[in-house]
């Protein structure tokens, strides 16, 4: 094997966020109050991360199902559009028990979760 054409592959993927829908949120509740239900939804959405990874190294696929789903749901209502679609690929692969293709979607919802969290708490209407 000729180890000298060995890539790299990059981890670090863009995550897409709808804007408009933080916007809205603002917008139909007030800054005041749009501030503290991201603040729980964020909240939530880290719990639930937390919890989906539970219960896949439990190996528990119907709560991981369960988790994917909430996830995808909290994620989409926030505008977090590649967590809500990761989440979604977990919670398929989880309910075909489809060990090799949970454990690429699983490390990806954590990548793709962390990274969303943080850009929505850094530059959302959570941040500065």
């Keep these: 094997m000729d180890m000298g ?3 790299v592959l990059t981890l670090d993927e863009a995550v897409r966020l709808d804007a408009g829908r933080m916007g809205d949120i603002v917008d139909e509740l007030g800054e ?3 501030q503290n239900v991201i603040g729980v939804a964020l909240e939530q959405l ?8 539970r219960a896949a190294m439990a190996g528990e696929m119907a709560r ?6 909430l996830l995808s749901r909290l994620a989409w209502q926030m505008g977090l559009v590649s967590l ?5 690929d977990v ?3 989880a ?13 990806r919802l954590m990548r793709v979760g962390n990274r ?12 500065p």
């Design 5 to 7: 054409n060995l890539a």
């Design 32 to 34: 005041t109050a749009a």
């Design 46 to 53: 880290a719990h639930a991360l937390a919890e989906a990874r």
């Design 64 to 69: 991981l199902v369960a988790q994917a789903d």
């Design 84 to 88: 809500a679609g990761v989440a979604v």
């Design 91 to 93: 919670g398929a692969c």
């Design 95 to 107: 309910d075909r028990r489809d060990a090799t293709a949970l454990g690429a979607t699983l490390a």
């Design 116 to 127: 969303s969290l943080t850009q929505i708490w850094d530059d959302g209407p959570m941040g």
